[in-house]
């Protein structure tokens, strides 16, 4: 299963990138995250990892395992039965904006149930996740 949105921020690639990219920071611009906690000090790097708690779920560690800094970092949770991929993609356009992509692919035994039982939840947190984003780098 796979949720995605997307969103266009008028700022350009660097900044987008230099808020995505500071996980504990998250909660003072997407209600989608509670608290968020890196694993270790220093740039989000392969292998990094952080703790997320949020609403209505159950806190969740994540290790980045692709990184192509400033376009894209993915993560990957797993949990009994599912695997969760989270993919944060920056596209540079025209005039200094850039497109970010949001995803959320669950694969693995349960993904299927997980999946259409939370789907509400997720396509919302995503939509959180960008809505706030964007405004953040917007702000200045």
Do not use: K, N
């Not at 159950?58 to 395992?65: A, G, N």
């Not at 200094?96 to 349960?110: D, F, I, K, N, S």
Request: aromatic residues 6%.
């Amino acid at each position: 299963m796979r949720f995605e949105t997307a969103t266009e921020i008028d700022a350009d690639i660097d900044t987008v990138w230099a808020v995505q990219t500071d996980i504990e920071r998250w909660p003072e611009w997407t209600a989608s995250v509670r608290t968020a906690r890196r694993g270790e000090a220093g740039p989000l790097v392969l292998g990094s990892t952080a703790r997320l708690e949020q609403p209505r779920l159950r806190p969740t560690s994540w290790r980045v395992t692709e990184i192509d800094p400033p376009r894209c970092f993915v993560w990957e949770s797993t949990t009994p039965g599912v695997r969760s991929r989270g993919e944060h993609r920056i596209v540079a356009l025209p005039a200094g904006r850039v497109r970010v992509e949001l995803a959320l692919e669950l694969t693995g035994p349960l993904a299927g149930p997980v999946g259409w039982l939370g789907g509400r939840l997720v396509r919302r947190y995503l939509r959180l996740e960008a809505d706030g984003l964007r405004r953040r780098c917007e702000a200045g």
